[in-house]
C-alpha cells in the first residue's frame, strides 16, 4: 500500500481550445502559464472495505479518469480510511505540500478544484498549510482560491446514519439497509475513516475559521440520486449525497432550497423563502445545477440549464462569472421568468468550471 503519491503530468495547452470557442465565459482572462490547478477528490467508499487492498494514487487518478485528470498540474490523494487531521495529514498532505513548495509550484498562484469531501480536506489544508511550511523553513503555498464542486465541507446526514448504523449505535430498519448497500456498496466495512469526519457537527469544527481570504466558488448540484433512497435522511434540496447546506456552504446546517435569495435551484426568479441566509467566511456560491446529481456533476456527461446563485466573484482582482439570459415561460398571469447560463444546455457544468478556470 503506498504512502505518497508522485508528481504526474502537465497541463496539455490544447486541451480547452475547442471548449473556449463556446462563449461561456465573461470577464476571467485566463492565461498560459498562470494558475496552477490542483484536483482533492472526494469521499470513496470502496476504499472502507478493503484498506490493506487499496492502492490510494491508482484510485485517485482514475476518480478524475472522465474528465478532469488531463486537465490539471497535480492531485492531491488521500485514503477514505483514514482521518483528516490524523494520517491523511501528515502521510498525503504534507509530502504534496512538501513537494509543491519545494518546486515553487503555486508561485504563481494556485486554485484548488475540489469535489465532495474534498472541500473538507481542501479547508484543513487551508487552515494549516502556511504554519506547517514555515515551521519547516518553507515557503508557503500562494492559494488564491479554491472552486469546491458539490461540496461537503458542512458534512452530510448520510455519515451521521452510516456510521451510526455500522459502529451498532442504532439498530438498523430496511430502508437504513439500503441505502448503506446503495452508497457504500454493503452493509459491512473495514474501517469508518473519514466517515467520522462526514458527519454534520464533526465537519463543521474542522477549521471552522481558516485565516486565509482565498474565496471559495461553489457549484452545486440538485437531484435525486440512488433511486431517491439516500434523500430521505438529507435535509432540504440535495444532490443525493450532500444537502445544500453543505453544498452553497451556509454558515449552519439546515433544511434550504436554494443558494440564493433570489433565485431558484431550476433557475426560477422569484423570493426564495427557505434559501441559505448565511455562508461560511467567503464562501461564495456561483452555479446551482438543478438536474445533476453528486457523482456526475465532476463529469462532462450530464448536460441541461443552470443557473447562478451569485456572479462576477472576485478572484485575486479579476471577476469569475458567467453569461445569463433570461427567458419567461407560461402566459399572461401565469408568466415567469428563469435565468439560465447562456449555452449550459450544450455544456456540461465540468466544462463551464473549466472555461473559467485560468
Known sequence: MKTQCSKWGAKKLAQSLGALVICT?????????????ILIHGFQ??????PNGTNVVSDGESYWSAYWGTKADERIDWPSYERIEGKIA??????????????????PGC????????????????????????????????IVATFDVAGAGGGSELADTAVSALTGGSLWDAIVEEVLKAWLGRTTVEAVGVLN????????????????????LRFVANSNDYYGLTGLFLKGDHDGVVSSH????????????SCSSQIAMDGLVETQSNAVSGFMPYHYPLIMADGYTHSNIRKAQNYGKVTVAQNNINVAGRNVGYQTYDKTKGF?????????VQ?????????????VLP
Do not use: M
Open 25 to 37: 465565459l465573461t470577464s476571467f482572462t485566463a492565461y498560459s502559464g498562470d494558475y496552477k490547478t
Open 45 to 50: 467508499p470502496s476504499q472502507l472495505l478493503n
Open 90 to 107: 501528515s502521510q498525503w498532505l504534507w509530502p504534496k505540500l512538501k513537494q509543491f513548495s519545494e518546486s515553487n509550484l503555486c508561485e
Open 111 to 142: 486554485v484548488l478544484l475540489t469535489h465532495s469531501t474534498g472541500d473538507l480536506v481542501a479547508r484543513y489544508l487551508i487552515d494549516n498549510q502556511a504554519n506547517w511550511l514555515e515551521n519547516a523553513g518553507l515557503r508557503p503555498l500562494n
Open 197 to 216: 469526519d462526514l458527519k454534520v457537527n464533526n465537519a463543521r469544527k474542522l477549521s471552522p475559521l481558516p485565516d486565509s481570504r482565498a474565496p471559495r
Open 246 to 257: 453543505s453544498a452553497c456552504g451556509a454558515s449552519k446546517a439546515a433544511r434550504f432550497g
Open 332 to 340: 399572461w398571469i401565469f408568466k415567469e421568468k428563469y435565468r439560465y
Open 343 to 355: 449555452n449550459s444546455d450544450r455544456v456540461s457544468v465540468s466544462e463551464l468550471i473549466n472555461n
